[in-house]
């Protein structure tokens, strides 16, 4: 268990840290058999800091049970 607290704390502090990332996929706009256009777009994924604390607040109190036992 206390191994799962440390990832939880770690993820936590990772997520407050990079607030979100963006991937990129390619598109077909146009198709006229040899002449393809093609058209990159960008997806971004984001996420509040206030997952990464309650990660980092449960994995705390995860700790500390497992200490207690």
Do not use: C, R
Not at 21 to 47: C, M, R
Request: no cysteine; glycine share 10%; net charge positive.
């Amino acid at each position: 268990m206390k191994n799962l607290g440390i990832v939880l704390i770690v993820l936590g502090i990772l997520m407050m840290v990079y607030t979100g990332f963006n991937y990129v996929t390619k598109e077909n706009v146009v198709d006229l058999g040899p002449i393809q256009i093609n058209a990159e777009k960008s997806h971004p994924v984001q996420w509040s800091p206030v997952v990464g604390l309650v990660l980092i607040v449960g994995g705390i109190v995860v700790v500390a049970v497992d200490k207690k036992k």
